[in-house]
Structure formats: structure tokens, C-alpha cells
């Protein structure tokens, strides 16, 4: 092969390679660039709601499944007021012993043994300092024995429990919120301060649930201003009216006076619902 010859093969060459690297080059360019990933969607996982068993065997009316909210009104009552009157009257008769033993001591009347008996039992249940007097003694204890007005316990009853469809209610008949203080007593509240150790308690009956309101009521330091008032309701013999004893809960919520004033409303846009019996 001549030089010429060689020379102008070198050229073909050359001028090939040029022709070839820059789209070799720009193919490595978009081989080295990373691939984009499909986004893979996660599915986000189902939360079972285990249905919480009722902690007693009484047949409660789904009240949350009643639309119509005059008949919402007729049940809850009527499912309520029972125990309230039964309960009240319980309390009307222990009433009625002290009543008795007031004026026995009154009259220098001795005591029987069975006196002796009632009156123990009764200051150890409602909270009366052993060491008054007899007669002081007494008199405490007819501070605290009384009724509660039907209107006031059952409109309690309905804003406490949302009308009956509140967990505390469905679960332990707690229509209340009342609280205890020992482990297991009740159901521990889904919004309780940490360090805190009250549940809201569960009852195994209607009666007991509103036995145990009332006994608070009638022996709770937090209660007092509520007990003088109905005393003096008793000694100006005026009724037991729930608008006027309401005034003596404030303590009862965190609201204080507004939660009076919304019980009070309850009672008057609620008239039609309950019987009153205030004496």
C-alpha cells in the first residue's frame, strides 16, 4: 500500500470514529442516569374495634337507635324513674327512723338496743363524726337523709349519659359518671391523666347505679351548699323544688354555674316527660 493509500485510510478511520463516539457516548450517558421506581401504594391496615361487653345482665334499650327524639325522651324516662322512686323511698324511711329517734331523745326517752343499732349503722353509712353528741349526731344525719326531686336525678341522668347512649351508661349503668377509687371497680376512662388511678364505676343494676348517685349527693363534702338548701326548703315547709337544689351542684362539673344553668333548662323543656313530686 502506497502512503497515499495509507493516508487516506487513516482519514476513513478517523472520521469514523468521530461519527461513532459521540452516539456511543450519549448512549453510557443514559445508561449511568437511575431508573424511576414505580410508587407502590400501601394499603393502610384495618382497625378491629373489639366491642366492649356490657359488665351486667340487665336488657338496656339502644337508646341511640331511637330517631325520634320525643320517644327518645318517653323511654329514657320511663326506664330511669322506677329506680329513682324506689330508691327515694328507701331513703324517705331511714328519714323517717331518724325522725323518730330525734324526737324519742327529745322527750328523754331511753333507747333500745335496737336504737343504739340504727343510729351506729346510719353515721358510719352517711359520714357523721363519732364523736358528736347523740343529738348532733341526729341532726347530721337528717341533714343527709333526704330525697333528691325526681326532675333533678332524671335530667342528671340524661346529660350525664348522653340519653342513655354514653359508654359509662351502656356498660356498667353508670348514668352519673360517678367514680371509684380501687382497681377493677369500674371502667378506666379513655381520656384519664397519666399518674391518675379513679375508673368510672359499673354497677350490676339500675337501682344500685342510682343508689350510689344518690348516696354521693347526700354525703360528698363537695355536696354541702346542696344539703343546706334543701334543709331549709324543710324547715320554711316549702317543696323540694329541683330548679332551686340545682343551684347547689356546681360542684358536680367542671362547668360549674353553666352546667346549673343547662340542668335547669332540661328541667323546664322536660316538664311533660316526668311526674314532679317535690314534697
Given at each position: 500500500?502506497?502512503?497515499?493509500?495509507?493516508?487516506?485510510?487513516?482519514?476513513?478511520t478517523?472520521?469514523?470514529?468521530?461519527?461513532?463516539?459521540?452516539?456511543?457516548f450519549?448512549?453510557?450517558?443514559?445508561?449511568?442516569?437511575?431508573?424511576?421506581?414505580?410508587?407502590?401504594?400501601?394499603?393502610?391496615?384495618?382497625?378491629?374495634?373489639?366491642?366492649?361487653?356490657?359488665?351486667?345482665?340487665?336488657?338496656?334499650?339502644d337508646?341511640?337507635?331511637?330517631?325520634?327524639?320525643?320517644?327518645?325522651?318517653?323511654?329514657?324516662?320511663?326506664?330511669?324513674?322506677p329506680?329513682?322512686?324506689?330508691?327515694?323511698?328507701?331513703?324517705?324511711?331511714?328519714?323517717a327512723?331518724?325522725?323518730?329517734?330525734?324526737?324519742?331523745?327529745?322527750?328523754?326517752?331511753?333507747?333500745s338496743?335496737e336504737?343504739?343499732?340504727?343510729?351506729?349503722?346510719?353515721?358510719?353509712?352517711?359520714?357523721?363524726?363519732k364523736?358528736?353528741?347523740?343529738?348532733?349526731?341526729?341532726?347530721?344525719?337528717?341533714?343527709?337523709?333526704?330525697v333528691?326531686?325526681?326532675?333533678?336525678?332524671?335530667?342528671?341522668?340524661?346529660?350525664?349519659?348522653?340519653?342513655?347512649?354514653?359508654?359509662?351508661?351502656?356498660?356498667?349503668?353508670?348514668?352519673?359518671?360517678?367514680?371509684?377509687?380501687?382497681?377493677?371497680?369500674?371502667?378506666?376512662?379513655?381520656?384519664?391523666?397519666?399518674?391518675?388511678?379513679?375508673?368510672?364505676?359499673?354497677?350490676?343494676?339500675?337501682?344500685?347505679?342510682?343508689?350510689?348517685?344518690?348516696?354521693?349527693?347526700?354525703?360528698?363534702?363537695?355536696?354541702?351548699?346542696?344539703?343546706?338548701?334543701?334543709?331549709?326548703?324543710?324547715?320554711?315547709?316549702?317543696?323540694?323544688?329541683?330548679?332551686?337544689?340545682?343551684?347547689?351542684?356546681?360542684?358536680?362539673?367542671?362547668?360549674?354555674?353553666?352546667?346549673?344553668?343547662?340542668?335547669?333548662?332540661?328541667?323546664?323543656?322536660?316538664?311533660?316527660?316526668?311526674?314532679?313530686?317535690?314534697?
Open positions: 500500500m502506497n502512503q497515499q493509500n495509507f493516508l487516506g485510510l487513516i482519514c476513513l478517523l472520521l469514523g470514529l468521530g461519527l461513532i463516539a459521540p452516539f456511543t450519549l448512549k453510557l450517558e443514559q445508561a449511568t442516569q437511575p431508573v424511576e421506581q414505580p410508587v407502590v401504594k400501601k394499603t393502610p391496615k384495618k382497625v378491629i374495634k373489639i366491642a366492649e361487653k356490657p359488665l351486667h345482665d340487665v336488657n338496656l334499650p337508646f341511640a337507635k331511637i330517631r325520634d327524639v320525643k320517644e327518645k325522651k318517653r323511654r329514657f324516662f320511663s326506664f330511669i324513674k329506680a329513682v322512686y324506689a330508691e327515694n323511698k328507701k331513703i324517705l324511711a331511714s328519714r327512723q331518724v325522725e323518730r329517734l330525734i324526737e324519742q331523745l327529745t322527750l328523754e326517752q331511753p333507747f338496743a336504737d343504739d343499732a340504727i343510729v351506729a349503722s346510719l353515721i358510719t353509712k352517711y359520714k357523721v363524726s364523736k358528736f353528741s347523740l343529738l348532733k349526731q341526729l341532726y347530721e344525719l337528717q341533714l343527709k337523709i333526704d333528691i326531686p325526681p326532675a333533678l336525678v332524671l335530667v342528671q341522668a340524661a346529660n350525664e349519659s348522653a340519653w342513655g347512649t354514653s359508654r359509662f351508661a351502656r356498660i356498667g349503668l353508670n348514668f352519673f359518671g360517678v367514680w371509684c377509687y380501687s382497681e377493677g371497680c369500674g371502667m378506666v376512662p379513655g381520656s384519664r391523666n397519666t399518674g391518675a388511678k379513679h375508673e368510672v364505676a359499673a354497677y350490676s343494676s339500675l337501682r344500685e347505679g342510682v343508689g350510689r348517685y344518690l348516696h354521693n349527693i347526700n354525703t360528698h363534702s363537695a355536696y354541702k351548699v346542696f344539703r343546706l338548701i334543701r334543709s331549709q326548703l324543710r324547715e320554711q315547709d316549702q317543696p323540694l323544688a329541683p330548679e332551686i337544689l340545682a343551684t347547689g351542684l356546681t360542684a358536680y362539673s367542671e362547668r360549674g354555674a353553666d352546667y346549673v344553668l343547662e340542668l335547669t333548662e332540661m328541667i323546664r323543656h322536660n316538664r311533660q316527660y316526668f311526674a314532679i313530686n317535690t314534697k
